[in-house]
Structure formats: structure tokens, C-alpha cells
């Protein structure tokens, strides 16, 4: 029987504005088993957001211990002690020991998730100095955001069977927090106005035992009875009704904490022994290995199998409020692809398949993917990223070459995901740093791996006429790689006049791919500082996608000068290893005062780009172990690895030193992805994201071919060099192409050819330059003019 203590209401509601948590976590972690639908977060020794059902929800900001003399100090286990964390042989269980600072006491907490059960146990004991930790008292302190929000909750004292709880409910979501000894004194309050932490701080003393805080920023406190005995073990259990979430924490109480550790740690044995030996490639012998391993398995989804989001963290989480309901956890395709491919390169073949038949269902319509989206499905972001409509492709050639498609066809996803790309190219609306639209290297080198991968699934179809259409056009936009991307008067680095560039806005009509002149807006600049930069002075290093899978040799000349201008000005050296910033001027980071990024700051260095360009020298001969070693020393102890390091002097004010994680996300996902496969291709020596069939084809020796320009509605380009062909795109519709090249004089018809790929094309030759090829359609369903003319100048 559930009974509700009484209806003493808290004041001061709704509290302060919620915010979330640091997003630098110090350790993430759930069950191996599916039945557990539960994830946690650590941050300075302390649970912060915890995910139920899915792992795209966070259900609390944090829960703590508050500690008192009751009559001279408080402490908070985030604030006032100094933590250590360790795991919990192999899986993701941790130990955390949080001292006083004048090591009077320590906190030591083992925790897990239930394996079975929504519910996570902290094993608890209060140790140090006896005559000082009998005088202590405990207090459990817990800032519920269910549903994603810290608004609208609602918070109670209940009995259930005879125990007293803390529960807290909005909609039919429900939380629970009890433990196996008593709470002797139970609060509900509004963070900010009447919670536990305002009343303590006063005087040192809980005085407020309120029965109920309702639609608010709200906090439960429960005192500890330690008369007995200062070992005890937490739950903090979820359900979808307040029966089920008390059930839920009875019953993972009821069985002794030692029962439960070592079901959890048998479970998280399983997927380790079919893992590859990779471990001698390594240099800290396999930890941080073994760590992204389990740490990349525990970023998929239990009810949504083969959704992997892109991490457990909400970077700069403590400066956002409920304006910012995504953070990191939801699916991007681009960093699930690349999680799946370092399962595969492990030996895994199971869970990347999952993620290729997921990504399959959720499939737009046009053949695309959303920028990213809740693993539902539900787009989150609106942006249009090309590559992310390569990724999907690349995994469904990779698992094929693997013979890992069990009973699974994807060749409808990859032709329509191919077709999309056609359509909507060359030009992707964002790179993938999701800030910049136009033409990308990194972008391209994708979209032309994974279209002649696209085109290998065609062909093995006996579908030679699409895989002959899909091999032209990749073709057409390697031909066009360094006109498009590529600057011939470079001022980054004195000598060195031509390398490739970020990306080269385009638009307009007629359309314009002249880089020189061009001017790049970036995002996130300070308040006053958004004025635009020419695009040829901005630079990143996505062209070494161009190495990874094979489209241009490492010794290219223009490959080796661009490294010298990436090193100039965006290589970072630090106690750990070189590391490297995303682009000059990037705005996406901690601030130089230390402060949050809120809306601007300054980008800092990334660790999985020292992964990038480690791959980069195992392909160009040279050595890798500089860069694994920088990478094992980026991750934390628990083995997280941050998105950004700090790469300026030491700023110990904010806790901010050169090499160590900024508030930014940690773990991420990608950069854990990008560690595992540079040990996979160190241990093959070769690199493991290489294409045989694309380094084939434009590494080798090429048959003569017709040089291709494409024409579409959206990318009208103005002119064509004499002895190319124009190959003119429609999307679907069967037309016909009247033309002439003698101002109407003399007139041709060319019938479209229509394709599996819901496209159809007509190609019109050129013969010599000054002539000007004009055309117009007609639309042979309806039977109808297209009703304008078009001209392209032949040069």
C-alpha cells in the first residue's frame, strides 16, 4: 500500500530557473542487459543526469550527499571534496572515493546499474576519523528534471510497505529514492526557496520536513539514519506510474549490493570475449581500448535497437536551461556511423547491423536523414548534411564486405540515400561541423566513396546502366575537387600559395564556384565580431577524408601543403600529444576566461582530429604512436575521452589546463570511434575506413572518359569547357531537351533516360568554345513547355 505522508505544501515555488549539469563527464554507465533501461552520468563524484526509458532522456540534473556537523559546516560532495574514480572490472560500474580536504572523512560509493531493473544502487559507506565521522550526518539530495525538463514536477513523501520514500512525478513518468537503512528526516522543496541545501546552509540543520512540492524546480532531501550502521546501499529507481517505480526500487533493494555487482559485471564479460585482440596496437596496454569499447555499446539504445546517440552529455549542461532540450543525446548520423564502424573494427558485427536496419526505417522520404533526431525518429535539428547521407551507405558496404548483412538487403536505402545525393548536391546546406553550407572537402570525399559504393550494390543487381550513372557522377565531383575547394593564393603560410580550404560558399543564379573573392560568415562569434572571412583564409583538415578512403594519394602535393597550413595554424601541442583546433576562428567553445560557451566563445582543440590525423601518417608511412599515446592520455581515468581539450595556458581558476577537458561533452562517441579504428588500422597497417574500389579508381590508371559538367534546376551553372558534355539532371519526370548551339538556328531534341534512382538525364555535347548552348524542356507526362529558355556559355 502506497500512502502520501500528508499535505504540507513547500513555499517559494516554482524555485529558481532549472539548468543542467557539467557536461565533462567524469564516467558514464549502464547494464549490459536490455531489461535495464536505465543510464547514469558522473561528475566529481556525484550521479548526475540519469536516462530512462530511452537513452535520449534524462529523467535528474544530479544527486549528492550533503554532509554536517550539524552546528559548524556543510559540505557538498561536488563542491567541498576531491574525488577519484576507478572501475569496476570490466563493464561500466565505478567506485568513487570523494574526500574531505582535510581528509577527515571520505565518502566511498559503488555503483552500478541494477542488471535486471530501472534502478541505479549506490553502495555507500561513510569512513575516516571516528570521534569526527559519529559526530557526521548524511543527506541524500536529488534535483529531479523528469521528462527532460525541470519544470513542472512534482515531489512527495510517501510510505510503501512500512519504508518511507522520495518520489517524484510528471505525466506518467515517476522517480523513487530510497535506501537500506531508514530516513529519519524527509523533505520536498523548490530548489532555490525551500530545498534541503537552503535549509541546511542556514544553520546547519534540516528544520523543514515538507510533504509535497508540486509543478516546479523541485529537490528531495532524506537524512540518513546512521545509528546503526554507516554502510548502506541507494536506489534511485523509475516507472511509469508511482507503483511501478516503487516496485522497481523494493525489489533491486531487496537483494544484497554484492548479488548485484557481480551479476552486473558477469553481464558486462559477455560482449568482451569475441572482442579482437587489439590490444598490442595499444600503448597503455588495451585500457582505453576496452573502455571504448564498453563506453561506445553504452550509447545504444534498449528499446530502439541499433539507435547509438552521440553522447551522455549536455556540453556546458550548467549554463542551459529549458531552451536546450537535446544536448548531445540524440542520434546524429554521422556519429553513429562512425561508433558503428569502431564496433565493427573490433570484431562486433551485430550491433552495426542493428544501426544499418535502424537507420533504414528512419529513412526520409527524399532518401536523406535528418541533421539528427530522438532515437523515435523525430528530427530535432532542420539541417541538410550530405555526408550524413553518405555515412549510411559507407556502413552498408562495409558490412556487405564483411559478410555481416545476415537476411538484411539494404540496397533500396543505399540507391534512394544515393539518389538524395545527386539531387541535392554537390553543394551540402552544412559540413559536418554544422555551421557552414557550400562546398566541403570532407563532404565531397564522402559523398564520392560512398557513391561508388553505391554503385558496386547497383552492379551486383545487374543494374549496369545505374551503377555506370552513379560511377559518372562521382567522377564529376572528384574532377572538380581542388577548382571547388582548393585556393591558389593562400597568405595563411608564407610559400605555400595553393591548399584546400574549409568550404566555398555558393549560390546564387547563375551560379558561381569561383572561390577567389568568396566570403565565409562563421557562427558563433562574439557579439560584434560577425564580420565575414574570406573563404580561401579559413582552413580545417576534413581533406584528409580524401586520403581515408582512398580518393587522393598521401604524398599529393596539394594533400602534403595543406598539412603544413593546417599544422601552422590550427596544431596544438600539449603535455599529452599534438592535437588540433576544427578551423581558424572557430567560435564553438570554452571561453577565453574560462566561462561557458553560451551562444559564442572560442573553439578549442579536439582530440578525436589528433585520431584523424593519425590515420593521415599510418597511410603516408609514417609512425602512429605519437597519437595513440596523445589520445590514451586525453581520456580521463574512468576512460571517457572530452570532444575539446583546453589548449591555452592554465587557467586553474576554472579548472582549466592545457590538454584537459573543457565543459564541452565527455565521452563523445565519435572521438572513442575514431581511437578504436586508428588501433584496428595500426594493427592491420592499413587504414581500416579505406575503399579498395575507390583508391582503385582514382589512384590507378583511368580509362579515357568525357568530362561530365552537371546542370539541374538548383545548380544552374553558367558555363562549360568546349568538349565536355552537359549532362542535365530532372528529378523523376521523363522530358525532352529542345536545344541549339547557333542561337536557334538549326534545333535538337534529346529524350531523357530515366534511372532506378528516381532521376532522370539527357547529355547535350559541346564541340568549341564561344558558343552558347540553349535549351528549354518538354515535360512529356503532362504535355506541357517548360516555358522559359536556358543558356550555358561554352568555353
Not at 516554482?14 to 561528475?43: C, H, M, N, Q
Not at 559507407?394 to 556487405?400: D, E, K, V
Not at 596539394?558 to 572557430?586: C, F, Q
Not at 591555452?648 to 578504436?676: C, F, N, R, V
Request: proline residues 5%; charged residues 20%; aromatic residues 10%.
Amino acid at each position: 500500500m502506497v500512502k502520501f505522508r500528508g499535505e504540507q505544501r513547500a513555499f517559494g515555488p516554482p524555485g529558481i530557473e532549472p539548468r543542467w549539469t557539467a557536461g565533462s563527464k567524469d564516467a558514464v554507465g549502464t547494464a549490459y542487459s536490455s531489461p535495464s533501461r536505465i543510464w547514469f552520468t558522473l561528475w566529481r563524484g556525484i550521479l548526475t543526469e540519469t536516462y530512462f526509458p530511452t537513452v535520449d532522456t534524462p529523467q535528474i540534473r544530479d544527486l549528492q550527499f550533503l554532509i554536517s556537523d550539524g552546528k559548524s559546516f556543510l559540505h557538498e560532495e561536488k563542491r567541498h571534496l576531491q574525488p577519484t574514480i576507478e572501475c569496476l572490472g570490466q563493464g561500466l560500474g565505478y567506485r568513487t572515493t570523494n574526500r574531505d580536504s582535510e581528509d577527515r572523512y571520505r565518502i566511498v560509493k559503488e555503483i552500478i546499474a541494477d542488471p535486471h531493473l530501472p534502478c541505479i544502487l549506490q553502495h555507500v559507506q561513510l569512513l575516516g576519523e571516528e570521534d569526527f565521522v559519529s559526530q557526521l550526518r548524511l543527506y541524500a539530495l536529488c534535483s529531479p528534471h523528469l521528462k527532460v525538463s525541470g519544470w513542472g514536477n512534482n515531489a512527495y513523501v510517501v510510505s510503501v510497505a512500512g519504508q518511507d520514500l522520495l518520489v517524484c512525478q510528471k505525466g506518467n513518468t515517476w522517480l523513487a529514492m530510497g535506501a537500506t537503512v531508514p530516513f529519519c528526516r524527509l523533505s520536498c522543496g523548490y530548489v532555490g526557496t525551500s530545498d534541503g541545501w537552503t535549509d541546511l546552509a542556514a544553520n546547519f540543520e534540516m528544520n523543514w520536513q515538507f510533504d509535497q512540492a508540486i509543478d516546479g524546480n523541485v529537490a528531495l532531501t532524506g537524512e540518513l539514519d546512521l545509528s546503526e550502521r554507516r554502510e548502506f546501499t541507494l536506489g534511485l529507481a523509475f516507472g511509469h506510474s508511482l507503483n511501478n517505480a516503487a516496485t522497481v526500487l523494493l525489489q533491486s533493494l531487496s537483494l544484497p549490493f554484492a548479488e548485484q555487482l557481480q551479476r552486473f559485471i558477469e553481464q558486462w564479460e559477455r560482449p568482451y570475449r569475441h572482442i579482437l585482440p587489439l590490444d598490442g596496437s595499444a600503448k597503455d596496454g588495451g585500457k582505453l581500448y576496452r573502455n571504448s569499447y564498453g563506453i561506445l555499446l553504452a550509447h545504444e539504445d534498449k528499446s530502439n535497437s541499433g539507435a547509438l546517440i552521440a553522447s551522455l552529455a549536455i556540453p556546458w549542461g550548467e549554463a542551459k536551461g529549458e531552451d536546450d532540450t537535446g544536448g548531445y543525446h540524440l542520434v546524429w548520423p554521422r556519429d553513429m556511423v562512425n561508433s558503428a564502424t569502431a564496433l565493427l573494427a573490433a570484431g562486433n558485427r551485430d550491433t552495426p547491423l542493428r544501426a544499418l536496419i535502424y537507420l533504414a526505417a528512419v529513412q526520409r522520404e527524399d532518401g536523406g536523414f535528418s541533421q539528427n533526431f530522438w532515437i523515435g525518429g523525430q528530427t530535432y535539428w532542420q539541417g541538410l548534411q550530405l555526408d550524413e547521407v553518405s555515412f549510411p551507405i559507407l556502413l552498408a558496404w562495409r558490412l556487405r564486405r564483411a559478410d555481416a548483412l545476415q537476411g538484411f538487403d539494404p540496397c533500396a536505402m543505399v540507391l534512394e540515400a544515393a539518389g538524395c545525393l545527386i539531387r541535392k548536391g554537390p553543394a551540402t546546406g552544412q559540413e559536418r561541423w554544422e555551421e557552414a553550407g557550400g562546398l566541403s572537402p570532407s563532404t565531397l570525399a564522402t559523398n564520392i566513396a560512398s557513391l561508388i559504393c553505391a554503385a558496386s550494390f547497383a552492379r551486383e543487381r545487374q543494374d549496369e546502366a545505374s551503377a555506370r550513372f552513379l560511377e559518372e557522377y562521382a567522377d564529376y565531383l572528384e574532377s572538380h575537387l581542388e577548382a571547388w575547394t582548393a585556393t591558389n593564393a593562400g597568405t595563411l603560410v608564407p610559400g605555400i600559395r595553393r591548399h584546400y580550404i574549409r568550404i566555398q560558399p555558393v549560390g546564387g543564379a547563375p551560379l558561381s564556384v569561383d572561390l577567389e573573392g568568396k566570403r565565409l560568415g562563421l557562427a558563433n562569434q562574439k557579439p560584434g565580431d560577425e564580420a565575414a572571412y574570406p573563404a580561401s583564409t579559413i582552413v580545417d583538415a576534413g581533406f584528409l577524408e580524401l586520403v581515408r578512403y582512398g580518393i587522393r594519394r598521401a604524398d599529393d602535393p596539394l594533400i602534403v601543403d595543406s598539412i603544413k597550413v593546417v599544422d601552422a595554424v590550427l596544431k596544438v601541442e600539449t603535455p599529452m600529444g599534438p592535437v588540433w583546433r576544427r578551423y581558424n576562428h572557430d567560435g564553438y567553445g570554452q571561453r577565453d576566461d574560462g566561462g561557458p560557451f553560451t551562444g559564442w566563445g572560442t573553439g578549442r582543440a579536439w582530440p578525436l582530429l589528433t585520431g584523424e590525423r593519425g590515420h593521415y601518417e599510418l597511410a603516408a608511412g609514417g609512425d602512429v604512436q605519437s597519437y595513440l599515446q596523445a589520445l590514451e592520455a586525453f581520456a580521463s581515468p574512468a576512460g571517457p575521452l572530452p570532444e575539446q581539450v583546453w589548449d591555452a595556458p592554465d587557467l586553474p581558476q576554472a579548472h582549466l589546463h592545457l590538454g584537459k577537458p573543457t565543459g564541452s561533452a565527455m565521452p563523445l562517441a565519435w572521438a572513442h570511434a575514431e581511437y578504436i579504428k586508428l588501433l584496428r588500422s595500426t594493427h592491420d597497417g592499413e587504414v581500416f575506413d579505406l575503399i579498395p574500389e575507390v583508391r582503385d579508381r582514382y589512384q590507378g590508371e583511368r580509362a579515357s572518359c568525357h568530362r561530365l559538367e552537371i546542370w539541374k534546376p538548383a545548380w544552374q551553372i553558367a558555363a562549360i569547357k568546349a568538349g565536355d558534355t552537359l549532362r542535365i539532371l530532372q528529378d523523376g519526370r521523363a522530358f525532352r531537351v529542345h536545344w541549339s548551339a547557333d542561337e536557334w538556328q538549326s534545333v535538337q531534341d534529346t529524350p531523357s533516360v530515366s534511372t532506378a534512382l528516381g532521376i532522370a538525364f539527357a547529355d547535350l555535347p559541346t564541340s568549341q568554345g564561344g558558343e552558347t548552348l540553349r535549351f528549354t524542356f518538354f515535360w512529356i507526362a503532362s504535355n506541357q513547355w517548360e516555358g522559359r529558355d536556358y543558356a550555358v556559355q561554352v568555353i
